[in-house]
């Protein structure tokens, strides 16, 4: 997928707007992020103007502009966990990748605006760049492992537990609360313990040497907690888009225009655009909004 989308946007020719310029170092980067600076922000008529394009006509024009008026926006998103390891440069990249892979399935007809379903990839994309240099990502390749990697800090909270060294009870109950074997809570305790050790490693070797990485301060959620939320948002909305595609057209269209559009159309206008009541508009906003609602729960719960 992702050369797919590489080769649909090819590398622009001259005296077209470089989108994704490259970053080999500090200046480099301080470049992109001047450049990135200098495009316009797209108001929404624009912005959908753009995206009917691509998607209608795959103008390349336009989707350089839309993927363009977003670059700040991977930046941003790429500055917020620059305290992972990760060069930033290479974050913004699969930041970048990202945008462009909504940029592939981004339906403008929906109604939201592109920056909030963008968001969702950049930052998908980020968090596998980070997770696949994480060496205990690397280290740990079972089902049960990955469990523990992505949910040992949660279970600690749920449990009360704060010692950074696990007890043989403390190891079982975690065992317990994950499902997983005593072992696997043990084995990979140990290995995220270790890497904490080492990224607080001092920088020099002398007297005065300090930690630097404990002093940065990160009141961000855990990554463990934001990819979670991710997976949930990415689940449901893909819940979503399933179960209005099997509401009657005219059911769809009403529902989207009072609770998935911004601004809400009005029941006149709405009643005025169909030949009928008011009445009978709120009656299947109500109605669509039900049954969507309740395939979706049958699906979750199922």
């Known amino acids: 997928m992702k050369k797919q989308i590489k080769n649909r946007l090819e590398s622009p020719k001259k005296n077209s707007s470089a989108v994704v310029p490259r970053m080999t ?28 394009k ?12 839309l993927v363009a008026s977003h670059l700040r926006l ?16 290479d974050l913004i990249a699969s930041g970048n990748m990202g945008l462009m892979q909504a940029l592939q399935k981004f339906d403008p007809s929906k109604g939201f605006r592109f920056s909030t379903y963008a968001m969702f990839w950049i930052k998908a994309e980020i968090y596998e760049t980070i997770l696949n240099n994480w060496s205990i ?9 990955k469990r523990v990697f992505f949910n040992l800090a949660r279970a600690k909270r749920a449990l009360g537990i704060t010692d950074m060294n696990l007890t043989d009870e403390q190891t079982s109950q975690i065992a317990q609360y994950l499902d997983v074997s005593d072992n696997d809570v043990r084995r990979m305790s140990r290995r995220m313990d270790a890497r904490d050790v080492s990224l607080n490693a001092p920088v020099r070797s002398d007297d005065d040497a300090h930690e ?3 002093n940065l301060s990160d009141n961000s ?3 463990q907690e934001t990819i979670e939320q991710m997976e949930f948002r990415r689940r449901g909305y893909a819940l979503l888009q399933k179960h ?3 509401l009657p057209e005219r059911d769809r269209e009403i ?35 039900n049954k969507l609602r309740n395939a979706i729960l049958s699906e979750t719960q199922g």
């Not at 991977?74 to 440069?89: C, M």
């Open 255 to 289: 529902l989207t225009a009072r609770r998935l559009t911004q601004p809400v159309a009005t029941l006149e206008s709405l009643s005025k655009k169909y030949g009928i009541s008011r009445e009978r508009v709120r009656q299947i906003e109500e109605r669509a909004f």
């Open 74 to 89: 991977v930046v941003s998103v790429a500055y917020d966990f620059k305290n992972y390891g990760i060069p930033v440069g």
């Open 137 to 145: 990502v690397k280290i740990g390749s079972s089902a049960n492992q």
């Open 212 to 214: 630097a990485i404990a």
């Open 244 to 246: 209005m595609a099997e």
């Open 54 to 65: 691509w998607i209608t006509t795959h103008d390349k024009m336009a989707a350089e502009k």
């Open 221 to 223: 959620e855990s990554i």
């Open 25 to 52: 170092d500090e200046s480099g980067l301080a470049h992109y992020i001047q450049m990135v600076q200098q495009y316009p922000i797209l108001t929404a008529e624009e912005e959908y103007e753009c995206a009917n």
